[in-house]
């Protein structure tokens, strides 16, 4: 079978396998759609935390059931699925808690090991999530949607409250949706004009703020005053992450969806005089699958405009230099086999 491996920083090689063959409580999957992350690019560029090279990429993934055990989900030959492509050891403190999104021992697809970036791959069957009703790309894009539903699920956020979301990538965009669908006033913040403009339309966003452009003003202006009361930060950049402790209200919520290889300060007698919470949100579990599934059957997230780029698997190296460039435009890249 074809296989895409990241050899090493910025070199990507298209190779030839063997299709691997199911263990014990394991589904053959034949991959039909990839969907590229930040996780992906920040690989590529060598600058991914908790990554080893050599390693086929790939955790947004759908396909079709090829063989699977009987099993009491009732999952068969031919399903259409999602995949959830954080393998949890189910013994930790964490697991045993349910929260499997942050076990002590995680492995991810595409991180820790072998992703998804070939034409098949075996997963454990309780892994898998059946996307009857949905387009394979929709059911490609039900994990990073899954990591936006997470961190607003993490936020517990009340309906009316303000939440200001900064960074306006496939992530944050989630978090503006998800936020906006459990009735926060959502404002969006970022550099660039057109991602404003694409948050507003997509993700519904109330707001847009550009972040050079007095942002601790106009916040303030128009929250009257007060601030925001849950902020997310899902830009991956740490002096964002940083920045990001200067705007939410006293008695408010700091929620870290990005992640960045590298250490975070604050300033204590802020962060004290606030009373504020600081929460990271890590990956997500099978309930915010769930949740995603079924808000995307409703009509609650619209993903046709969501991905803006494809090809295929054939292509992919030779157009994914392409698509780190901010020309490219890319909000969401999709590859097909």
Same mark, same amino acid.
């Given at each position: 079978?074809?296989?895409?491996?990241?050899?090493?920083?910025?070199?990507?090689?298209?190779?030839?396998?063997?299709?691997? %063959?199911?263990?014990?409580?394991? !589904?053959?999957?034949?991959?039909?759609?990839? @969907?590229?992350?930040? &996780?992906?690019?920040?690989?590529?560029?060598?600058? +991914?935390?908790? $990554?080893?090279?050599?390693?086929?990429?790939?955790?947004?993934?759908?396909?079709?059931?090829?063989?699977?055990?009987?099993?009491?989900?009732?999952?068969?030959?031919?399903?259409?699925?999602?995949?959830?492509?954080?393998?949890?050891?189910?013994?930790?403190?964490?697991?045993?808690?349910?929260? =499997?999104?942050?076990? =002590?021992?995680?492995? %991810?697809?595409?991180?820790?090991?072998?992703? @998804?970036?070939?034409?098949?791959?075996?997963?454990?069957?309780?892994?898998?999530?059946?996307?009857?009703?949905?387009?394979?790309?929709?059911?490609?894009?039900?994990?990073?949607?899954?990591?936006?539903?997470?961190?607003?699920?993490?936020?517990?956020?009340?309906?009316?409250?303000? !939440?200001?979301?900064?960074?306006?990538?496939?992530?944050?965009? #989630?978090?503006?949706? $998800?936020?906006?669908?459990? #009735?926060?006033?959502?404002?969006?913040?970022?550099?660039?004009?057109?991602?404003?403009?694409?948050?507003?339309?997509?993700?519904?966003?109330?707001?847009?703020?550009?972040?050079?452009?007095?942002?601790?003003?106009?916040?303030?202006?128009? =929250?009257?005053?007060?601030?925001? &009361?849950? %902020?997310?930060?899902?830009?991956?950049? !740490?002096?964002?992450?940083?920045?990001?402790?200067?705007?939410?209200?006293?008695?408010?919520?700091?929620?870290?969806?990005?992640?960045?290889?590298?250490?975070?300060? $604050?300033?204590?007698?802020?962060?004290?005089?606030?009373?504020? &919470?600081?929460?990271?949100?890590?990956?997500?579990?099978?309930?915010?699958?769930?949740?995603? %599934?079924?808000?995307?059957?409703?009509?609650?997230?619209?993903?046709?405009?969501?991905?803006?780029?494809?090809?295929?698997?054939?292509?992919?190296? +030779?157009? $994914?230099?392409?698509?780190?460039?901010?020309?490219?435009?890319?909000?969401?890249?999709?590859?097909?086999?």
């Amino acid at each position: 079978m074809k296989s895409i491996v990241c050899e090493q920083p910025y070199q990507l090689k298209m190779i030839e396998a063997e299709q691997p %063959v199911p263990n014990s409580g394991e !589904a053959l999957i034949r991959v039909r759609r990839i @969907g590229i992350c930040g &996780t992906d690019i920040h690989a590529y560029g060598g600058n +991914q935390p908790f $990554f080893s090279y050599p390693r086929i990429l790939g955790h947004e993934l759908s396909g079709h059931i090829e063989s699977i055990p009987v099993n009491a989900s009732g999952l068969k030959v031919g399903d259409q699925v999602s995949i959830i492509p954080y393998m949890e050891c189910g013994k930790c403190i964490a697991c045993k808690s349910r929260k =499997t999104n942050c076990c =002590t021992n995680m492995k %991810v697809l595409g991180v820790h090991i072998e992703g @998804g970036m070939r034409e098949w791959i075996t997963v454990p069957y309780d892994h898998l999530v059946k996307t009857e009703g949905l387009t394979l790309d929709q059911s490609a894009m039900i994990e990073p949607l899954s990591i936006g539903a997470h961190a607003v699920r993490r936020a517990a956020i009340q309906e009316g409250e303000f !939440a200001l979301v900064i960074g306006a990538g496939p992530i944050g965009l #989630g978090v503006m949706a $998800f936020a906006k669908e459990q #009735g926060a006033k959502v404002i969006a913040m970022d550099v660039n004009n057109e991602r404003l403009a694409f948050a507003g339309k997509w993700a519904k966003a109330d707001y847009s703020l550009n972040v050079l452009d007095q942002p601790l003003e106009k916040l303030a202006e128009l =929250t009257n005053g007060e601030m925001p &009361t849950v %902020v997310f930060d899902a830009t991956g950049n !740490a002096k964002s992450m940083m920045e990001a402790f200067k705007y939410p209200a006293h008695g408010g919520r700091l929620i870290y969806v990005g992640l960045v290889k590298s250490d975070i300060s $604050f300033n204590d007698p802020d962060f004290h005089s606030k009373e504020l &919470t600081l929460m990271g949100s890590r990956n997500a579990t099978r309930e915010d699958f769930d949740y995603v %599934v079924n808000t995307v059957k409703n009509g609650g997230v619209d993903l046709s405009l969501y991905i803006s780029h494809r090809t295929h698997l054939d292509e992919m190296i +030779q157009q $994914f230099e392409g698509w780190l460039t901010p020309d490219a435009k890319v909000i969401k890249a999709i590859v097909e086999i």
